[in-house]
């Protein structure tokens, strides 16, 4: 069983920062790519940012684009989100998603984390 869990969320001032991190644990045979998301009150989940591992390519939602940075440490199977000038906007829950294989005989699927709650407010 592939657990995501992310941690980081908090309430910051506008203007602030913060770094969110996703954590993958269990078996797992290759990581195709890890992607956060966010989902604010009422609206669609939409994609913030997303990295692919073997490219090591990202890509970003234009409202973060310059103030958000994606970014993996592969020795903690760890992929951190660092947010900084939040604003207002930016309040959402964020969640990370995994796509992975687990193993090599299997399919490729996608498993969330829980999400946290990210609150910019002064």
């Known amino acids: 069983q592939v657990q995501v869990v992310e941690s980081g969320g908090d309430l910051v001032q506008p203007g602030g920062s913060l770094r969110l991190s996703c954590a993958a644990s269990?078996?797992?045979?290759?990581?195709?790519?890890i992607s956060w998301y966010r989902q604010a009150p009422g609206k669609q989940r939409e994609l913030v940012a997303a990295?692919?591992?073997?490219?090591?390519?990202?890509n970003y939602a234009d409202s973060v684009k310059g103030r958000f940075t994606i970014a993996r440490d592969n020795a903690k199977n760890t992929v951190y989100l660092q947010m900084n000038s939040l604003k207002p906007e930016d309040t959402a829950v964020y969640y990370c998603?995994?796509?992975?294989?687990?193993?090599?005989?299997?399919?490729?699927?996608?498993?969330w984390g829980q999400g946290t709650q990210v609150t910019v407010s002064s």
């Open positions: 998603a995994l796509d992975y294989q687990r193993r090599s005989h299997e399919a490729r699927t996608t498993t």
């Open positions: 269990g078996t797992i045979f290759s990581i195709y790519a």
């Open positions: 990295l692919t591992t073997n490219s090591g390519s990202t």
